[in-house]
């Protein structure tokens, strides 16, 4: 079990090599990389593995491109072109001024940025822009690029949010073309058999437009469709890749996700799925296809995505470890016996290090992933959950490269923040452990309760409730005498962490004049002025004020543990109970309204840290090594250059 321990505390907390995480900010942007723990552990022949994978996931960028917008790939044609062969000054500030969006251009994998899905604009002039495209010989494209580049009033938004327009119409974004939403939904209508309780992902790999007699028709994203030459590079590499495989259930699952790119066909989609699922004994492990459906403004066509990763056996010993221990955790809870689970099983998430981000992952990409979509493979076959260690550690890591931080700006005093930066990172994995493998599965609803019973405030009690089993168990010495948590006082970090988070430092995402909406931020922020009201009187957190700043302190953190129970026990209660009134009482009394002065603050002291609110990430690359004429090791090669690694992959992987 020690052993265990010391290896576990290895690689969080404080940044300790001169490893450089942050490589670039420009606009709302920063660009940073990731290392690759666990890589030389390997053997050649999962590096082989993992080398065609990311081959493979590599292929598909020029289809997420055109997704986003049939123009962003001629757009970005030209960009690399002038990148690569003006000879003009490249000094003058109009020129830095392309530069940048040129850079924006390759975050967002397209003219829209990749969050907000608005379109944005160069800061240099349109006639300068048309002189760089007249000087590296594509002045004949000015006319119809320079227009789409500049024009506010076309393809305005990725994804409509119009709610009088039709968002189908309106979209920028290439996955219909000459219809109506109207048109659309009727078409799908037809299709969709209702009665099937195994239904395929009707319209998730395909385009829909209309054919020369007017009827509506989709175009398959297939080996012999659509996107033909970029599958079939994609297809090469996983055949490879097959051929290297770990176990006969990656085999497996690779063959059908072959055939599956060759056919088109969404059933044999679902049959990969099946496959993918059952794999949880590999160590390589992969994401290829068209997976998520958030782009498409109704919510069904599959954004291309690849993603590669190795499992971080040590980090996942925690999940292993809480998970086998699950009943003992349940037992222990701080709520009502009537509402706790008799036999408690937790749910054994898997920790993994990112080694090729691709597709809609890259650069932008999420720090946790479940797949598949498919509610019906999830109940019949289960899901994949992910945390992915070395994309956090790296956000981490790059946030103290940075000279101001939120924590500097909104901690009371240096003991919090050096406190803070010794164990924080640390405390905070181990509460996103508890919350993700015991939180949400523990408790149970009392007979004849329905589960739809907290109605529009499920999720944020949902997520309150999780949090707040994390919040309490984070401190209890059994997490010390199962090796998960260092030391008996690690857990304050996490602690003052989450007040100062709940009570200010989240709102700096919300609008000024708008009400906190997001669950997750609802539920923090009710965890936090619950407990701030409750406590008033012990003067459990403090509210201080220095320079005309405010600043929440904590002054006891054991009665802090005390009312985080308290309040599981009445979450718990309401939930179990299915006792809606209560339940809105609490959300709509400390969880939707910002006191508008200190929001004000929080927002102007924000600002005046000039932080980049997005973050995105380059990949490593993936080297094999010859000698004597055969391939002896995979090296890491850890790239500097954001710009360097967009237009080589331009060139090496440019399919479309
Ligand atoms: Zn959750």
Redesign the pocket.
Known sequence: MMTGVLAITAGCGQKKSDFKYLLDEFADLKVMRYQIPGWDELTLQQKEYAYHLSEAAKWGRDIHWDQNCKWNLPIRHVVENILENYKGDRESKEFQQFTVYAKRLFFANGIHHHYAEDKFFPECSQAYFKSLMVAVGEGDKCAELLDIIYNPDILQQRRSTSTDGDIVVLSAGNFYEGVTRAEVEKYYESIEDKTDETPIAYGLNTKVTKDANGNIVEIPWKIDGMYGPAIAKICEELKLAAACAENDIQKRALGLLVKYYETGDLKVWDEFNIEWVKDTIGTVDFINGFIEDYNDPLGRKGAWEGYVNIKDHKASERSVILSANAQWFEDHSPVDPRFKKKECKGISAKVINAVCLAGDSYPSTPIGINLPNADWIRKMYGSKSVTIANITHAYDYAAQESPTSTLDEFAWDEAEKAFYREWGSWADEIHTDL??CL??GSGQLLPGVATTAMGEYASAL??AR??LFGLYFTADPKMVELGIMPNKDAYKAEYANYIRNGLMVQFTRVELGRPNTEA?MQNRKLIAEWCYEKGAKDNVIEKKVRDGKTYFVVNDYEKLRDLFAQLLAEIQRIKSEGDYEAGKHLIETYAVNIDPTLHKEVKERYEALNLKPYGGFINPDIVPVEKGGKIVDYKVVYNDDYLKQQLDYGKKYGAL
Do not use: K, L, Q
Request: proline share 0%; aromatic share 0%; charged share 45%.
């Open positions: 919350h993700e939180g949400h949902e997520e999780a949090d997750h």
